[in-house]
C-alpha cells in the first residue's frame, strides 16, 4: 500500500522564504522613499494653509485694531504655547494690550485643523498686511514652506526642525 504525504519540503520552504526576503529587499527603500516624499508634501500642504490663515486673520485684526496688519512684520510660534508672537509689536497697539498674541493664534486656529494646529511651530513673513511666506515644523523632523519648493525630498535633513531658516530661504526665493 503506497502512502502519500502531504506539505512542503524544507527546501521549498527555503526557497518561498528566500524570494520573499528578496521581494523586501528590494521594496522596503522604495516604500521609505514613498513615506518620506508624503510627508514632506504634507508640511507644504500645512504651510500653505497655514498662510491662507494668517492672511484671513490679518484681514480680521484690522477690524478689532485700526491697520494694524500693515505693521506686523513677522509672526512666530516657536513652541507649543497658547499663542503666537508677534514679533513686530505695531507702535498702534499699546503694550498693555498683550492679549494680542492670544487673540491672533486663536483666530489662525480656527481656520486649521485644532488636532494638528496645537502641534505646530512656525515663522511667517508679513508684508503690508498680507503674508508672504510661511516656514512650518510639522512634528520634529518634517518641515514644510509656502511658497512650496524650498523643502523637498532631498534636502528635508537639512532644514530638520529649522522652519525659520526654511521661510527665510522661502522668502529668498520670491525676491529672486
Known sequence: MKTSRKGFTLIELIVVIAIIGVLAAILVPSMLGYVKKSKVSSANSTASSLQKAINTTLMELDEIYEDVSAEITSLERASTSRSASVTALPASVSAADVRINAVIWDSIKKYLDNSRANKLRFY???????????????????????PAGVVNVDNCKDYKNKYKDACLDAEAKLTT
Open 124 to 146: 511667517a513673513i508679513c508684508d503690508g498686511g498680507a503674508c508672504r511666506c510661511v516656514g512650518v515644523s510639522i512634528d520634529s523632523v518634517y518641515t514644510g514652506t509656502y
